[in-house]
């Protein structure tokens, strides 16, 4: 392990919009640790981040806040301590760790794939990713490259007792007949070996005819539909190959899915051309989905498209979080079942308390493969050249999987100035893979934004988990849930 020059922890204050009063707060970077400070044990710690001799400190406290005061604080600091919190040093993975562990993902096995049924599409989504790569004009997954990703999976899961099949595109629906055949053969493979096969779909939903929705409903699909908020927003953004709006054709179909599935997942695409996140939500809610899911448009280390949400655009999404967070707390108030919970995540992850070394299973468990049967590390990927992996006939080249992940880490190094290090792990490989194969720094901008999403999600953990600890515990999906520090 090598040692990092950051300090122990993190402290930050925090205004809450619930009651406009300011909480203190302490991240210790090793253990990932939070805690709530008082005024007094904010003070020391930030004064010993400054350098402050013992002497000083104590006569600060005293002087400040009173002889009994100061010496509590003392007591709980020591208390702490000795557990190993605010001592640091920081210690993170040097070039060897890293290198043993690239290799350890590289023979790492998996019981997922991804296909990628369609490089095609049967709408112009103004913003979609995969148009850059031209990949919406290469047709249509055959049989035969199909077959050879279920048995590539099967071969690579190992002693996994399930498989899981993601259909993806484009549009996956636009090869039905293929998905069809797939079920099939996976679920007669899943047979013959013991193990269950489960499938996921992401969908525009304009494709979906009852055949569709009885399977889904038979196999119990994990399903994601793609819309994009009020029929005006979403036809905006989401045209027809005919430029037509296609908002018709998806709600109606949805409304059919609803018929036969309670619970229908929505994932929204926030542009910057519609930012206006609360109409889109309550939209989505009432339409009668049961959870609503928010992704933007990214753009990538390569720049941003003219859709993209760029510094701008987040500073105007973020001055609706407070928002947000009033109507979250109302709907728990009122006892509502919570729909759209943008923090759900990043309490989790806080509760887990684990750092994370890789932030999804590109290459593994995210594995995609394209029409012509290459495979890329996850689905955004499709049609760079540079980002190829392998072939389903072969398997996973594992010399370039190990140069892919190596450049991917190279990009870990500016992490190593960050205190948000262990909870945030390095950015999304695929916003740092340059289309010409090189792999620059995430922009400071979305780093910090990353960072004032801890500090955010920080307050919600330790104000959920106080005020609404049933739904506390469900979201972390911990029965004996308790908190970190007091
Ligand atoms: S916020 Fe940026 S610098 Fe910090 S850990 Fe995440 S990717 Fe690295
Ligand atoms: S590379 Fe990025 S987009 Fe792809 S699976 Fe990982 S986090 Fe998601």
Not at 147 to 152: H, N, S, V, Y
Not at 412 to 426: D, H, M
Request: hydrophobic share 35%; glycine share 8%.
């Amino acid at each position: 392990m090598k040692k990092l020059t950051l300090a122990p922890y993190h402290l930050f204050q925090y205004h809450d919009p619930l009651t406009t009063d300011t909480h203190f707060y302490v991240f210790d970077i090793e253990s990932s640790a939070v805690m709530r400070l008082d005024a007094p044990a904010y003070d020391v710690l930030a004064l010993r981040l400054e350098g402050v001799t013992t002497e000083t400190l104590e006569a600060h406290l005293a002087s400040t806040y009173g002889v009994d005061t100061a010496r509590a604080v003392h007591e709980e600091l020591r208390w702490l301590e000795k557990r190993g919190i605010f001592q640091g040093p920081i210690m993170t993975y040097d070039a060897d760790e890293n290198e043993a562990y690239i290799q350890k993902l590289v023979r790492m096995s998996t019981n997922k794939i991804e296909l990628y049924l369609a490089e095609a599409c049967n709408l112009r989504c103004r913003y979609c990713y995969v148009n850059a790569h031209d990949a919406l004009n290469h047709g249509l997954m055959p049989w035969e490259i199909a077959k050879q990703a279920i048995d590539l999976v099967f071969a690579r899961a190992g002693n996994a007792d399930s498989i899981n099949i993601t259909f993806f595109g484009g549009e996956p629906l636009l090869n039905k007949p293929v998905l069809k055949q797939v079920i099939a053969y996976s679920q007669e493979l899943g047979q013959a070996r013991g193990k269950r096969v489960g499938y996921s779909m992401t969908t525009n939903a304009t494709l979906l005819d009852d055949e569709m929705i009885a399977l889904i409903k038979y196999y119990n699909f994990g399903l994601m539909i793609s819309m994009d908020g009020p029929q005006d927003v979403h036809d905006r953004m989401r045209p027809q190959a005919n430029g037509q709006g296609s908002f018709e054709l998806a709600a109606r179909n949805v409304k059919r899915l609803m018929q036969s599935r309670r619970s229908v997942t929505v994932r929204c695409t926030l542009s910057n051309r519609c930012l206006d996140r609360p109409r889109i939500v309550q939209f989505l809610e009432d339409f009668g989905f049961s959870r609503v899911a928010m992704s933007r448009c990214t753009g990538t280390v390569d720049g941003l498209s003219p859709y993209d949400i760029g510094p701008e655009e987040n500073v105007t999404l973020q001055a609706q979080d407070g928002y947000f967070i009033e109507r979250l707390f109302e709907q728990l108030e009122r006892g509502e079942r919570i729909k759209y919970n943008p923090w759900a995540n990043v309490v989790r992850h806080i509760h887990d308390m684990q750092s994370r070394r890789m932030r999804c299973g590109v290459g593994r468990g995210c594995t995609t493969v394209g029409i012509d049967g290459r495979l890329y590390p996850c689905h955004r990927y499709v049609g760079m050249d540079n980002y190829v992996l392998g072939h389903v006939s072969t398997g996973i080249d594992r010399a370039v999987f190990t140069d892919y992940l190596r450049g991917y880490f190279s990009t870990k190094r500016k992490c190593e100035t960050c205190w948000a290090i262990n909870l945030c792990g390095g950015y999304c490989p695929w916003y740092v893979s340059g289309a010409d194969g090189s792999f620059p720094y995430p922009e400071d901008w979305w780093c910090d934004h990353i960072r004032h999403w801890y500090e955010m999600g920080i307050w919600m953990y330790d104000t959920l988990r106080n005020t609404y600890p049933d739904y506390f515990k469900q979201l972390v999906g911990d029965e004996d849930a308790e908190p970190i520090l007091r």
